[in-house]
Nanobody, 116 residues
Framework: QVQLVESGGGLVQPGGSLRLSCTVSGSIFSLTPMGWYRQAPGKQRDLVASISNGGSSTNYADSVKGRFTISRDNARNAVFLQMNSLKSEDTAVYYC?????????WGQGTQVTVSS
């Protein structure tokens, strides 16, 4: 069974930065395109960033483009999300998962709260 463990969230002021990490065990991580997703209270879970299995190709939701950067380290079975210029609307629980055919169960996520 695949295990997903997200970390790095917290409370940050608008304009601040956070770096999220996700480690994946139990799968051939290096062959798997990955995504970061987020879910705000009362809303559906949305994809915010994705990265190809080798890391050469990335994509972002329009709402985070130019502020967030996704990366991965296949030697460590880890994917990261650098979040800069954070806004209140970025407040959500952030999750990582496979880009297609999500693994189940999802991890516990990591809470990001942007507030002054």
């Amino acid at each position: 069974q695949v295990q997903l463990v997200e970390s790095g969230g917290g409370l940050v002021q608008p304009g601040g930065s956070l770096r999220l990490s996700c480690t994946v065990s139990g799968s051939i991580f290096s062959l798997t395109p990955m995504g970061w997703y987020r879910q705000a209270p009362g809303k559906q879970r949305d994809l915010v960033a994705s990265i190809s299995n080798g890391g050469s190709s990335t994509n972002y939701a329009d709402s985070v483009k130019g502020r967030f950067t996704i990366s991965r380290d296949n030697a460590r079975n880890a994917v990261f999300l650098q979040m800069n210029s954070l806004k209140s609307e970025d407040t959500a629980v952030y999750y990582c998962n496979r880009l297609r055919d999500s693994w189940s169960p999802w991890g516990q996520g990591t809470q990001v709260t942007v507030s002054s």
